[in-house]
Every structure is written in structure tokens, then in C-alpha cells.
């Protein structure tokens, strides 16, 4: 069974700093990985898909870099901003199911 | 283009009863998928449909159940509802369920079982 763990559950960082958000997975045979943010008492809007044969990906601010062979994926967001405080979630799809973990809770200081 | 909406957005209901939750994915997609969100378990996988045949399965009992129509929409249905099964309930699309697609989500719907 596949088992995605997010370190550290919640953080806080003053504004302007680079955010680093990591997850790490127990199965290796991944389809893609998927980054999310929610928003409370929201849905979940996809950031970054990462697939299998790839190891990174980038939109704007956002990078996430994928390692099969280590379980790992990583997630920087640069010069964080109040408007990035929110919960980001990693998922891995490992058969039209993805698994996530229980998400990085970001709260940015201004 | 819309995205995915879920209705209704809030229910509560008394144990016992029974709950039938919808989800209209984005134009032209053809899976939907579904997930529990509880504080203490995280996000769980339910079950994936595709063109109306339920592909894929997760650990919940039978009291789950959906359907798929063939307008994509898709349904799914709690019945004898306990305690546990308060969570926020929220829908996936995409365009086949294919690895290499997105899955978009909607809103949620939160289900209160008092």
C-alpha cells in the first residue's frame, strides 16, 4: 500500500523567503505525481503533475522536482507571499487512484 | 470553461439515514473520481468511473456506492449513515484518467452525520 508522508505538518516563514515543502512516498511504480494547494473549507486546485519519466516541472514561482528512485519530491515556491499561506498536499498516482499525504499547513508572515 | 461543481455543498443528516451527493465534471471530461476528506485520515481515494463503468475501487464498505451517467455526471450514495462518516466529501475530473492528465477537483461537499 502506497504511504505518503509530509514533513513538517505546519510551518511559518516571513514574507519574501523561499518556501521549500518536501514529500516522500513508500512505493516507487508511480504514474505522476501531483502537488495541490487547498484553500480551508475549499476543494483542491493542482499546482504542478509531474509525470514518471520527468524530474521537474515548473509554473512561475512554483518548482517541484520529482526522484523515483529515492521516493522523494520537493516543492519550492520563491519569494513566498501572504497569498501563498495554505495547505499544499502531494499525491502519487499509482493506478487511476492517487494517494496523498496529509499536506504542508504554510501560514506566510507579512 | 466551468469547472467542476458539486451539490449540495453542506448536508446534515442523522444516523441511519441514507445521502445521495452529485458531481458535474468540467465539459468533455470523461473520468470522475472520488474522495473522502476527514481530519484524522487524511484524503481517501473511493472510486474512479469512466464512460459509466466503475474502474477502480478503494477500502470503504458497500454502504459506498456510485454510478456514472452518460453525461459524465456522476453520482454517489451513503447509506445507513454513521458518525464516521462525516467528512468532506470531493469530486475529480479529467479528460480519460490517464496518468498523464490533471485531475481537476470541485468544491466539496461537507457532510455533517449528527
Known amino acids: 500500500k502506497q504511504e505518503v508522508t509530509q514533513i513538517p505538518a505546519a510551518l511559518s516563514v516571513p514574507e519574501g523567503e523561499n518556501l521549500v515543502l518536501n514529500c516522500s512516498f513508500t512505493?516507487?511504480?508511480?504514474?505522476?505525481l501531483q502537488w495541490f494547494r487547498q484553500d480551508p473549507g475549499k476543494g483542491l486546485t493542482s499546482l504542478l503533475l509531474?509525470?514518471?519519466?520527468?524530474r521537474e516541472q515548473t509554473s512561475g514561482r512554483l518548482n517541484a522536482s520529482l526522484d523515483k528512485s529515492s521516493g522523494r519530491s520537493t516543492l519550492y515556491i520563491a519569494a513566498s507571499q501572504p497569498g501563498d499561506s495554505a495547505t499544499y498536499l502531494c499525491?502519487?498516482?499509482?493506478?487511476?487512484?492517487?494517494?496523498f499525504g496529509k499536506g504542508n499547513q504554510v501560514v506566510v508572515i507579512p | 470553461k466551468a469547472g467542476v461543481t458539486q451539490t449540495p455543498r453542506y448536508l446534515i443528516k442523522t444516523r441511519g439515514q441514507q445521502v445521495t451527493l452529485s458531481c458535474s465534471p468540467i465539459s468533455g471530461h470523461r473520468s470522475v473520481s472520488w474522495y473522502q476528506q476527514t481530519p484524522g485520515q487524511g484524503l481517501q481515494f473511493l472510486f474512479e468511473?469512466?464512460?459509466?463503468?466503475?474502474?477502480n475501487k478503494g477500502n470503504f464498505p458497500g454502504r459506498f456506492s456510485g454510478r456514472q451517467f452518460s453525461n459524465s455526471r456522476s453520482e454517489m450514495n451513503v447509506s445507513t449513515l454513521e458518525l464516521g462518516d462525516s467528512a468532506l466529501y470531493l469530486c475529480?475530473?479529467?479528460?480519460?484518467?490517464?496518468?498523464?492528465?490533471?485531475?481537476?477537483f470541485g468544491p466539496g461537499t461537507r457532510l455533517t452525520v449528527l
Open positions: 509531474i509525470q514518471s519519466s520527468q
Open positions: 512505493d516507487s511504480a508511480i504514474y505522476n
Open positions: 468511473y469512466f464512460s459509466e463503468t466503475q474502474r
Open positions: 499525491a502519487v498516482d499509482g493506478n487511476n487512484r492517487l494517494a
Open positions: 475529480a475530473s479529467s479528460w480519460r484518467g490517464r496518468a498523464e492528465d490533471t485531475q481537476y
